[in-house]
């Protein structure tokens, strides 16, 4: 493929990346509770739920949700309990006696876990994919060509998100979060309620 194809996918999967929505929020909340390390993991993860669905785009395995609603509304439902879990969780925190935040943090494979099952919970990033290979592949792309777009959009994915953590971290900014952690956790529990709410009773998968 030439130079040109790689570029325009690269420039669609970081501005895809770097629109704000839930996968942002939760990478936010996880580096204010568990600083820079737990917010690249989590970061990193939500990369890996991305991979899995670009890699899946290149061996089928995306066509096959994005074409069937049923499946693809029940990854959502389960998208939108997983939110609502973190949801009640920030909840209790921001009732929960207030600690130093040294002794707050969490540890940070929880914080891989929450990323990584955000965007694999998130049955429309099959259909980005399946639109992005129909749009900017060519037709006799090899199976090489086609795991390198995979890979790529992995990797972009998951280095926007360990830079959002890592400059978040390297701030004052999340010294001011972490001192305002009652009104952060209470943020999150409405913001993400509200995309629970959205996802189980308001946007059924792939009708839109």
């Not at 493929?1 to 704000?20: D, H, K, N, Q, R």
């Not at 939108?80 to 540890?107: D, H, I, T």
Request: with cysteine; aromatic share 8%.
């Amino acid at each position: 493929m030439e130079l040109a194809v790689w570029l325009s996918i690269a420039a669609v999967c970081a501005t895809g990346a770097a629109s704000p929505g839930p996968s942002l929020a939760v990478v936010v909340r996880s580096t204010v509770i568990g600083g820079r390390s737990r917010g690249m993991l989590c970061g990193l993860g939500h990369g890996i739920g991305v991979g899995i669905y670009a890699f899946g785009a290149v061996v089928g395995v995306s066509a096959v949700v994005a074409s069937n609603p049923g499946l693809a509304r029940s990854i959502e439902v389960l998208g939108g309990c997983y939110l609502l879990w973190m949801a009640v969780q920030a909840a209790r925190n921001s009732v929960a006696p207030a600690s130093p935040p040294s002794e707050a943090r969490e540890p940070g494979l929880a914080g891989f876990a929450e990323g990584f099952l955000v965007a694999f919970l998130n049955p429309k990033i099959a259909v980005f994919f399946l639109a992005l290979l129909g749009s900017f592949l060519p037709v006799d792309a090899s199976a090489a060509q086609r795991a390198g777009v995979a890979a790529l959009a992995m990797c972009i994915d998951a280095l926007w998100y360990m830079f959002v953590a890592a400059i978040l971290a390297g701030t004052g900014a999340v010294r001011v979060l972490e001192e305002q952690g009652r009104w952060v956790e209470r943020f999150m529990a409405v913001l993400l309620t509200a995309v629970a709410v959205w996802l189980l009773f308001g946007g059924p998968a792939l009708r839109a």
